[in-house]
C-alpha cells in the first residue's frame, strides 16, 4: 500500500484516485484553492484532505498530477518548490518537449519523473479508459492500478512517449470534432444547414445527428480542450508539420468555453450563435 497525492480531482483525476483507492492505496488531496464540487468529489471517494502542496508532498510517496494542460508547468514548480524527493507522474495532455521540459527541471530537484497521458472518459467503467505511461519509473506507476478499472499500460522508457501518444490521438478525435462544428456554423452562416445535412445523410444515415450531438456535447469540455488545441499545435510545429489548424480549433473551442458551468447541454442553436457571434 502507498500513499498517493493526486492534483487536481476534478472530472478525470476524481477517476482515477478512485481507481488508485480502489486497488489498495491511500489518496490524498490538497484543497487549498479547490471549489466545493471538488471537495465533494473528493468527500465521496474517501480521499484524505490536506491542506496545501506542501503538505501533500511532504505525505506522499507519489504524486499523480491530472490538471488542465495550461496549469502543468506551474504545478511542477510547486511541487518541485516544497522539496518533493518521491515520484512523480505528469498525465496530463501537454506536447512530448513540455513533458521533456517538465521532467528535466524535477530530475535536477532530485524527483523520479514518469510522463502519462489519458485517453477515454473519466474511469468508471472498466475497459473504458487507458493511462499510458513511459519513462524509466513507469512500472512503479502502473503498479499502482493494478486489477482496478483504469488500465494502466507502459509503452517504453523514454519521456515524452505517453505525451505523444496523446497528441497523436486527440488531434484526430477533439481536432475532428472542432471543424465539424465549424463546418456547422459556416453552413449556418451561409443558410445551408439542413442541406448540408441531409447530404451527410444520403452518405450516412446518422451522421447528421452525431454531428450535432458531438457538438452539443464537447461544449462542458471546450474550456479544457483550448488548451489542449495549443498543445497539439506545439507538437505538430515540432515535427515539422503545419500548426494552424489546431491553432483555429482553440478558437472554436474558445467560442464555446462559456458553457462550462451550463446545467445542461445547451440547444443546438445556442452554440451556432456561439460560434458565429464572436467573428470579428
Given amino acids: 500500500m502507498s500513499k498517493v497525492g493526486i492534483i487536481n480531482p476534478g472530472a478525470m483525476g476524481i477517476s482515477i484516485a478512485a481507481s488508485a483507492r480502489a486497488a489498495g492505496h491511500v489518496v490524498l488531496w490538497s484543497s487549498a484553492g479547490r471549489s466545493a464540487a471538488s471537495r465533494q468529489r473528493a468527500a465521496e471517494q474517501g480521499l484524505l484532505e490536506v491542506d496545501s502542496i506542501a503538505d501533500l508532498c511532504g505525505a506522499c510517496e507519489l504524486i499523480l498530477c491530472v490538471c488542465p494542460p495550461h496549469a502543468a508547468e506551474s504545478v511542477a514548480g510547486a511541487v518541485i518548490a516544497a522539496g518533493f524527493r518521491g515520484l512523480y507522474c505528469d498525465g496530463n495532455a501537454i506536447a512530448p518537449r513540455k513533458a521533456l521540459a517538465i521532467g528535466e527541471a524535477m530530475s535536477a530537484a532530485g524527483i523520479d519523473f514518469v510522463d502519462g497521458s489519458i485517453i477515454g472518459p473519466p474511469a468508471w467503467k472498466p475497459g473504458s479508459t487507458r493511462f499510458y505511461l513511459s519513462g524509466p519509473s513507469a512500472a512503479q506507476v502502473a503498479d499502482l492500478f493494478a486489477g482496478a478499472v483504469t488500465e494502466a499500460i507502459v509503452i517504453g522508457d523514454e519521456i515524452g512517449r505517453a505525451s505523444a501518444l496523446k497528441m497523436a490521438f486527440a488531434s484526430g478525435t477533439k481536432g475532428f470534432t472542432a471543424l465539424q462544428a465549424a463546418i456547422q456554423a459556416l453552413a449556418e452562416s451561409l443558410g445551408v444547414r439542413e442541406d448540408l445535412y441531409r447530404e451527410w445523410e444520403r ?78
Wanted: zero cysteines; a negative charge; aromatic letters at 8%.
Fill in 203 to 280: 452518405r450516412d444515415a446518422d451522421s447528421a445527428t452525431r454531428a450535432q450531438d458531438n457538438m452539443r456535447g464537447v461544449t462542458e469540455k471546450a474550456w479544457r480542450f483550448t488548451g489542449e488545441m495549443k498543445e497539439i499545435a506545439d507538437t505538430f510545429a515540432g515535427a515539422g508539420l503545419p500548426k494552424g489548424f489546431f491553432l483555429a480549433a482553440h478558437d472554436v473551442y474558445q467560442r464555446m468555453a462559456h458553457f462550462k458551468d451550463a446545467d445542461e447541454l445547451p440547444p443546438l442553436d445556442e452554440v451556432l450563435a456561439a460560434l458565429l457571434d464572436a467573428r470579428p
